[in-house]
């Protein structure tokens, strides 16, 4: 039946996550290597582990083939550097606009070049996650986008970001408490990290809303934190906040509130911390690293960084033709990031 309602046009249900799980199972070795990865991660929030974790990959995950080359990559650094650093990639499937428009993710898109197609959208990106696992070991971290859409991937992901922009939004505040991984709570465009703390309150403490169709209730998330990514002013000028004095800043507001369990913070290097100019990221992760070593308190309180890295520096426009290189935001090429994690071993 074709119905229009509030002028949405209804094309086709979509199928239900348990649906999906059932059509495109995980098997007993992935579900194995979540749950140690879970607890390894999980570990470093509570303090037990003193290993950096560095949150690194495409700034939007566009094309299996070129994802999963740079998976391969990354699992061989990997083994050169495991005993310091955790390393979590960045494999965001979906893809916030300012405006609306324009390449959301291969949630929206399997094929950039191609018209929106939801549904197979979403098999492929539960396909990549299961791939990267099985291949690589590794479980992955992902936007936490649409919080309804979490449940397709609860059995694969690791680690979740809420975006600036998403920040304020009840639903994903809610969400964010119920969902049994890390939850990072990004500082909001304009900067006030009064939001920010709010939302990672929010996050920890117990909830009951309705979600998918249920009346739910959740005990609260104690590894939801901080993620300072930088912010603009009322002129549209990027401002950093990963300085020394920012992290000893954002200290005195977990100290103020001593509902807050396992104070933590990861650094995103690129957004409005960099202006968004990629290369700079090198030297803002070398940056959070020195202001780590001046102090004991701050080492505890930042436990990892962000990168945004693909296999070819900067950015092409949907249908470029470069492989491995970023349709949405600049990313620093393979050459550069391995170099870069090798040093931040050296470093942590």
């Given amino acids: 039946m074709n119905r229009m309602e509030m002028q949405m046009e209804f094309l086709r249900k979509m199928p239900a996550p348990e649906e999906l799980k059932k059509e495109f199972p995980t098997d007993a070795r992935v579900r194995a290597v979540k749950d140690r990865r879970d607890r390894e991660i999980a570990d470093i929030f509570t303090g037990k582990d003193h290993r950096l974790l560095l949150l690194i990959g495409p700034c939007s995950a566009d094309r299996e083939d070129a994802v999963m080359e740079y998976m391969y990559r990354l699992a061989r650094v990997n083994e050169q550097v495991k005993d310091s650093l955790l390393i979590v990639p960045r494999v965001y499937t979906n893809k916030p606009r300012t405006r609306g428009t324009g390449y959301k993710g291969m949630l929206h898109q399997p094929d950039p070049e191609k018209e929106e197609d ?170 959070v690293m020195h202001s780590r070593s001046l102090a004991p308190s701050v080492a505890s309180l930042v436990k990892g960084l962000m990168i945004e890295s693909y296999l070819e520096d900067g950015a092409q426009p949907v249908g470029g033709g470069t492989f491995g290189c970023s349709i949405t935001d600049p990313c620093l090429g393979w050459e550069k990031s391995e170099r870069l994690i090798l040093e931040l071993a050296g470093m942590a």
């Fill in 118 to 287: 939801l549904t197979n959208g979403i098999i492929a990106i539960r396909q990549l996650h299961t791939d990267i696992v099985r291949e690589t070991g590794f479980t992955c971290a992902e936007e936490m986008l649409y919080p309804s859409n979490h449940r397709y991937l609860s059995d694969l992901l690791s680690y979740v970001a809420v975006g600036a922009r998403s920040v304020e939004n009840q639903e994903h505040r809610i969400v964010a408490s119920g969902i049994g991984i890390p939850a990072g709570m990004k500082n909001p465009t304009g900067g006030d990290l009064s939001v920010m703390m709010n939302a990672i309150a929010a996050a920890q403490s117990r909830q009951k809303f309705i979600y998918r169709g249920w009346e739910v209730r959740t005990q609260g998330n104690p590894l939801a934190h901080a993620i300072l990514r930088g912010y603009m002013d009322r002129y549209g000028r990027s401002h950093p906040n990963y300085h020394y004095e920012d992290l000893c800043i954002l200290q005195d507001l977990y100290a103020q509130d001593e509902t807050l369990r396992n104070p933590s913070v990861i650094v995103d290097t690129n957004h409005s911390n960099s202006g968004k100019r990629y290369t700079e990221q090198v030297r803002i992760a070398k940056d």
